[in-house]
C-alpha cells in the first residue's frame, strides 16, 4: 500500500502543478504548552499538519495517531516540495487516512488546524474547485472507518503532526513512515508527558 501512497506523492505535484506557492517572510516563534487529554477506549486520534520552510520555499506534511492513553501507534511524512498551503493540509489528511486503514483503527477523532481542509471533506466543494479529486479520495477512504470524528483544532495541539513535517523537510525523502516513536520526539510522544512547551512558528 505505502507504494500506492508514494506514487500519490507524486500525482499529486504532477496534478496540481505544485510550485511557486509557499509563502516568503519571517516567522515569528513563541512557547506554548500541550497537555494530552485521555479519550474513551478504543478510540485514537490522527493529528494531521503542514510545515513550511519559507527560506527554501519548500512544504512537507505529516499525520501522527495516538492511542486514548495518548501513546504513539504510528506516524508519516511526505516531501512536497514547494506547493499551496492548503494542498499541503489534504495530503496530510489523505495520507493519514490512508495510516488509519492499515492499522484498522475503527473509531476515530481526526484533527487539523486548518479550517478550509476539515469543511471541504465534511460538507464537500464544488466541482469546479481545484481540489476536487483530492477531496472526494479523502471522503471516499474515510467511509473504511466506522466512527469517524472530523474537529478543527488550535495549531498548538498539532506541533507533533508539525514536527514530522518539519523532519521530511529537512531530511528531503519523498515518504517515511514510522512505526516506532522517533528520537528526537520520545519525550513528546510520552503518554507521562505534562505541559510540555514546544518552540514554535506562527
Known sequence: MWQVIQHNVQEIKEAYGIGQHVPHGRINNFDIYVKWIPLEAPQVKLNTDKAVETNRKEAGCGSVIRDHLGCFQGAFAAFLGDCLVLLAELCAIL??????????????????NSSSAIKFVKFGCPLSHQFFSIIEEIKLLSRSIPELMWCHTKRANDILADAFAKYVISSR????????????WSQALSPDADDICFRCGC
Not at 525523502?173 to 528526537?184: G, Q
Open 95 to 112: 495520507f493519514g487516512v490512508h495510516l488509519l486503514n492499515k492499522n484498522g483503527f475503527t473509531k476515530v477523532i481526526i484533527e487539523s
Open 173 to 184: 525523502r519523498s515518504f517515511h513512515e514510522f512505526s516506532s516513536v522517533p528520537a528526537f
